[in-house]
């Protein structure tokens, strides 16, 4: 009897000095907040959004008089650079307006708690000076000298080298207009179309394109964020469209969600799953074929 009188309290003693150990650092805990003289509080500011919640933010000047809201977007689909935000400003409930695009670079993000909206540093006099359109006649944005014109206006560099190419192919889309194209596979079959543009305001750039695959009329379906690198974009007659090496089998796979359910795109760790996923596809993509998944560019059909 005594034996087990004294492993009771042996072993009780040895499980809180085990309990303690995992406390005190051979475990690793959950660290305590920095309470040093000076530490401040890290700050993550959400910066991927879709398109369709850029759309429409107000525009404000640095004395925060409105300029009016963001129409559009114009993207460049060869590098996924977001151009230019089509402006608009003057006109009564939005009619007579006029649009101005702004190089995006000049645009800034300001993400508050109940107020979203974009600061433009101009003043509604300058902005009458500048070149603008309207709303019912877009110019080609996809044109060089049109571009360059903007550019010029706004002292923007985009020096590059010569294109001596003998075909150009436009590369160069409003978003509104990215919306909707088909995206089909190098066997001609239909994978579905662009429902929606995943930006990233840090980067100034295009992170995914979500694919509808599967609805019928709209109705239905299921949406694929899927990374811009793995589209190809593609010319033929006519018609601009999307080449995503997929199959349908492959794409019903993929990690997808409801177009009515949403998940959060600013979470990292939302976009890190998708990100490993079409790694892991493009990895094994490359070991069959060298040329792996495919990149976004003004290829014309071949």
């Known amino acids: 009897m005594w034996k087990r009188n004294w492993i009771k309290p042996v072993l009780g003693m040895a499980m809180l000095l085990v309990a303690r150990g995992a406390v005190s650092g051979d475990e690793p805990a959950a660290r305590a907040p920095d309470q040093r003289p000076g530490a401040v509080a890290k700050v993550e500011i959400a910066n991927v959004f879709r398109s369709s919640e850029i759309v429409g933010l107000p525009v404000r000047n640095r004395e ?7 129409e559009d977007l114009v993207i460049d689909l ?23 695009a702004i190089p995006w ?3 800034t993000f300001v993400f ?12 509604p006099e300058q902005l009458k000076e500048a070149p603008g359109f309207d709303a019912s006649h877009w110019p080609n944005v996809a044109d060089r000298a ?38 089909r596979n190098e066997q001609n079959e239909d994978l579905g ?26 109705v239905g379906g ?9 589209y190809t974009l593609r010319h033929a007659q006519n018609e601009a469209f999307f080449i995503l090496n997929v199959s349908p089998e492959q794409l019903n796979r993929a990690p997808g969600f409801d177009s009515n359910h949403w998940p959060n795109t600013a ?16 990895d094994a993509a490359r070991d069959i074929n060298p040329a792996g998944l495919g990149s976004l560019a003004g290829n014309s059909e071949r």
């Open 222 to 230: 299921k949406l694929f964020a899927i990374p811009m690198s793995s």
């Open 112 to 123: 508050g708690e109940k107020d979203r909206h974009f600061v433009y540093d101009t003043t």
């Open 64 to 70: 925060n008089k409105n300029l009016g809201k963001v």
């Open 78 to 100: 060869n590098t996924g650079e977001i151009r230019y935000a089509a402006l608009s400003f003057g006109g009564i409930a939005g009619i007579g307006s006029k649009l101005f």
């Open 267 to 282: 979470d990292p760790n939302w976009s890190a799953e998708i990100d490993r996923y079409y790694a892991r596809r493009a």
């Open 105 to 107: 670079s000049q645009m």
């Open 193 to 218: 179309h662009v429902s929606e543009i995943v930006l990233s305001l840090k980067d100034g750039r295009v992170k995914y394109m979500a694919l509808s695959h599967g609805s019928v009329v709209g």
């Open 146 to 183: 049109w571009s360059a014109s903007i550019d010029k206006h706004y002292r923007v560099d985009r020096t590059t080298a010569t294109d001596t190419k003998p075909v150009a192919y436009d590369t160069v889309f409003r978003a509104s207009k990215i919306k909707g194209m088909k995206v």
